[in-house]
């Protein structure tokens, strides 16, 4: 059987992934899970979805590639099929930040059983990064891409007080320098580093930056066409654009 072919966004999601056994939550087709034990060398994966269709495709992918001894598919909303210890990784993706926070937050026996994760949130990705720091976990990468000419980005967390443990030591002491600026005792989180991730900014990342500078300029015709339409709700509408041109300068001020 050939080598699993993922999409540019998936093989992402899965290039993040380092554990043993993982909980791939939404899994789709069970692309992603199929890579994981073919390729990555995981011992396990358990392949959640909460619609049976794409459960049944699933099935029949891992039939094909004959890895059946290996991922366990089980129909889930979130975490609900997961018993605790059982994955040491979860992967949570192609949703919106608010669904992602909420199967976290109801996946709290989890979280606080310090499960390391890897998110792919398709919408409002602030909201996830400050949930995940709010409870205690560390952003120790994340990898901004392109897949069919829309901007996807992927974050890696873990909870670091066990860091010698789960053999993350080196990435949680980056981390530790790294996530100090989103937040101290007596400072709000950085905003414009919650909305395009301090780690990106920090490498100076190229994609992100051309994600800016497209989006500045799309802004910028939106603002144009509000200003001649002068209606009360454009007049709000070009308030939030003009907010979101300011950190979006301080952002590409520091990638410069």
Known sequence: MANVKLSSRMQAIADMADGRVAADIG??????????????GFEKVIAMDVRKGPLEIAKKNISLYEVGDKIDIRLSDGFDGLAL???????????GGELMVDILKRGK????????????PQTEPEKVRKYILDIGYKITDEVMLIDEEKYYVV???????????????????????????????????????????????????????????KQLDKNNKLIISLEAAGTEHALRKIQELRQEE???????????
């Open 246 to 256: 300011r950190y979006i300068k301080d952002v590409l001020n520091k990638i410069a």
């Open 27 to 40: 899994c789709d087709h069970a692309l992603v899970s199929i890579y994981l034990v073919k390729e990555k």
């Open 155 to 213: 974050i890696k967390a873990d909870k670091c007080d066990n860091a010698d443990k789960k053999n993350i030591s080196d990435r949680c002491e980056a981390a530790d320098e790294d996530n100090k600026h989103y937040k101290s005792d007596d400072k709000p989180y950085n905003y414009s580093e919650l909305l395009y991730g301090r780690i990106l900014i920090e490498k100076k990342d190229i994609i992100l930056k051309e994600y800016l500078e």
């Open 109 to 120: 026996i989890h979280t606080d059983n310090d499960i390391a994760l890897i998110l792919q």
């Open 85 to 95: 210890n059982e994955a040491d990784t979860a992967i949570i993706a192609g949703m």
